[in-house]
């Protein structure tokens, strides 16, 4: 009985550390305070063979306290992130500016309204293939 309920308060102080964490990150995510603009890069010759071809990426504002603590949450915690409601939008651009990835649809895309009809899913299920791999 007494091994039961250690197992129960490890379990719990474990659950419990957890949720601060995304809390924590929760509040750098926000996506009412979340800053970012949209920056168009310039094609860049590589060497005498190949280029990389201009693209549009965002840019966020953020404190690097704040850099080093998102480079510390886990992907499962990244899905949770983009599932919530309060942190979706910004979560997405921040992965979107962690990973340089091309971000040309924001330019379409002005609104979390927005993008959570056309895209959001999308997303979500390419950041589920992919976060464990560029992680």
Do not use: P
């Amino acid at each position: 009985m007494k091994q039961i309920f250690f197992s129960i308060i490890i379990f719990l102080f474990f659950i419990n550390s957890t949720s601060c964490q995304t809390g924590k990150i929760s509040h750098i995510l926000n996506n009412e305070s979340f800053k970012f603009v949209l920056v168009r890069t310039s094609t860049n010759i590589l060497d005498s063979n190949s280029i990389e071809v201009s693209k549009t990426v965002v840019r966020a504002t953020i404190t690097a306290n704040n850099r080093a603590k998102l480079k510390k949450v886990k992907d499962e915690d990244w899905i949770a992130l983009l599932t919530n409601e309060s942190t979706d939008w910004a979560t997405n651009l921040y992965l979107y500016n962690f990973f340089n990835r091309d971000a040309t649809q924001f330019e379409v895309i002005k609104t979390k309204e927005d993008w959570r009809k056309c895209c959001k899913e999308k997303d979500i299920e390419f950041w589920k293939k992919n976060l464990r791999k560029v992680l």
